[in-house]
């Protein structure tokens, strides 16, 4: 387990809760920005997303990997872990299909192009 | 305490469990004293002189405009700003009551439940006669057949139906007007007393358990593993779920939503009439739509995701002690205050008790700020923020009772290499809790 790696003297949890600490900072921290440092632009609503969800993912997979001992543990672990991913996905294609974007807003490869007109009118 | 002889559990320990109780319940009743009830009495005193000039001095501009020597649309004009100022200082007047008194409230309401918990788990033990002490399954070393789990999910039941006059209650409770409170939160008291009680018979069953000798699954997909392990994750997989229903719930509305952000972006309009629909990160977030964030509102969820990481840390400590073939006494404060194995995993397993416990009393602060300002759960917007976060929080509470456990059994069982899965399962909980708050936090406090 995570003990028993050590780099620079200290366990891989120490790194990781390190690690953890210093993205947490970052992501808070961020939010104090509403403009670009030193400049007089605004930070886009889709940089916001990028940066939380690039955020989320290297948290996710301190925790997961190393607290929950995923990366160590027996394979079985992690493809149970992985399975709820499948109904994630799934619910985000729910929200992109029930949402009134999802029929003209979305972009040509992933809709069957309706154009303007969706409802067919007799 | 203990019924006697036969009991796996020392007198001592039972003593020393009870005077935990004690003191946790001590701890809870001077901070509803000292906070809820002394400063929070200062802070109440303070609010009503803010009302009072917020009143002189809406008096005064509302004279001025009908003397004419003022307009009332005038915002530059000296009695308008002086309006304005009192009104804020009033708010900031009541919220500084609410922290203190909300604390105080929490912090006892914690602490009964943590001393009815212990006490229940006491009584239990020694009401038992002296030969059903004995622990049958002892020599076997594994786990028996148990009914708590249907007593716990009757629990549940109840609370779940006694759940929105629960909240209303504590909707009361919170805004100080706690009147019909009581009544409002009886179903759901008993709901949450019974599933007390499943948890402390569950607890006094479990406690002759050593933790040696684990059941091995023998068919697959698990072949070869413990069984109480792969249940765990099943367990944690299904809890993916609840949070994924609750976050695509969030999203899917979150995307049709006209808040400020979209509507800056260019991604929505607002029909005439319509406003912009308000977060709860517009309240809390600096910049926010609603004007009210700066640092100390978004302070209480950062200083939660801190506590929550560092608990995570601090029970990996203790899985890593108790794992420890040969413990080392670190070296100051640190030796003075885990001077042996058995200590340290305890005092690992206390601090992460007390950072849990400091989250639930930082997280209803929070609402009851959020409350007082209008964000309330009769909106969309709120409706999907507390009960995903409430949700959050009494996984958070839950974890915070099984810890209890986890504390009294760390004087109960020599934890080694061989049985601290309890500790390690335990703590695939905790951190699930963890993982589930860094995706509930940016989502919802920061974006």
Not at chain 1, 48 to 75: R, T, Y
């Amino acid at each position: 387990m995570g003990e028993h790696k050590l780099i620079m003297g200290k366990d891989i949890y120490f790194w990781n809760f390190i690690i953890l600490m210093f993205f947490t900072l970052f992501e808070v921290g961020a939010v104090f920005f509403e403009k670009y440092p030193g400049t007089n632009t605004r930070v886009s609503v889709y940089v916001v997303w990028g940066i939380l969800i690039v955020v989320g993912i290297i948290k996710g997979f301190g925790i997961g990997a190393f607290f929950m001992h995923l990366w160590d543990d027996p394979k079985i672990y992690l493809r149970v872990a992985l399975f709820p991913t499948l109904f994630v996905l799934l619910m985000l294609w729910g929200i992109g299909l029930s949402n009134p974007e999802g029929v003209n807003g979305l972009p040509g490869w992933c809709t069957p192009d309706w154009g303007e007109q969706y409802a067919t009118e007799r | 305490m203990s019924g006697g002889g036969h009991s796996d559990v020392k007198n001592a320990i039972w003593m020393r469990a009870l005077l935990m109780a004690g003191i946790i319940l001590g701890l809870g009743v001077a901070s509803y004293v000292g906070l809820g009830v002394v400063v929070a009495g200062m802070k109440e005193t303070t609010w009503d002189e803010e009302a009072d000039h917020f009143h002189d001095a809406e008096k005064d501009w509302k004279d001025a405009v009908a003397a004419g020597t003022i307009e009332s649309d005038d915002t530059s004009a000296e009695l308008y700003i002086a309006k304005e100022a009192a009104h804020h200082h009033e708010i900031d007047a009541h919220l500084s009551y609410l922290t203190y008194r909300v604390a105080g409230l929490t912090m006892l309401f914690v602490s009964i439940i943590f001393t009815a918990f212990l006490v229940i788990s006491g009584v239990l033990n020694s009401a038992q006669p002296d030969d059903e002490h004995h622990d049958d399954h002892h020599g076997h070393e594994e786990h028996h057949g148990s009914a708590s789990p249907i007593i716990f999910a009757f629990g549940c039941m109840l609370f779940l139906i006694g759940f929105p006059d629960f909240a209303d209650g504590l909707h009361s409770l919170m805004l100080g007007s706690g009147s019909d409170a009581i009544s409002d939160l009886s179903v759901g008291m008993i709901g949450l007393t019974i599933i007390t009680i499943g948890i402390a018979n569950w607890w006094r069953e479990d406690l002759p358990f050593k933790g040696y000798g684990e059941q091995i699954a023998t068919s697959d997909p698990f072949a070869g593993q413990h069984i109480r392990k792969a249940g765990i994750w099943v367990f944690l997989m299904s809890e993916v779920m609840v949070f994924a229903t609750f976050f695509s719930s969030y999203l899917r509305m979150r995307t049709e939503w006209c808040t400020k952000w979209a509507f800056d972006e260019g991604t929505c309009t607002l029909e005439d009439g319509e406003t912009l629909a308000m977060t709860a990160s517009d309240y809390l977030r600096p910049g926010g739509a609603a004007g009210t964030g700066d640092f100390w509102t978004l302070l209480p969820g950062a200083i939660n995701t801190f506590a929550l990481i560092i608990s995570s840390y601090t029970i990996v400590l203790a899985l890593k002690v108790a794992k420890s073939h040969d413990y080392k006494v670190p070296t100051g404060f640190m030796g003075k205050l885990m001077p042996d194995k058995k200590s340290a995993i305890r005092n690992y397993l206390i601090i992460t008790l007390a950072l849990g416990t400091m989250f639930i009393v930082l997280k209803l602060v929070e609402w009851s700020h959020l409350i007082a300002e209008g964000f309330t759960v009769g909106s969309q917007e709120g409706s999907i923020f507390y009960i995903s976060t409430g949700a959050h929080g009494v996984h958070v509470f839950a974890g915070l009772l099984i810890m209890l456990y986890m504390i009294f059994k760390a004087d109960t069982v020599e934890w080694d290499e061989d049985n601290a899965q309890g500790i390690e399962y335990f703590g695939l909980y905790w951190h699930f809790v963890d993982l589930a708050w860094v995706v509930i936090f940016p989502a919802f406090y920061l974006y």
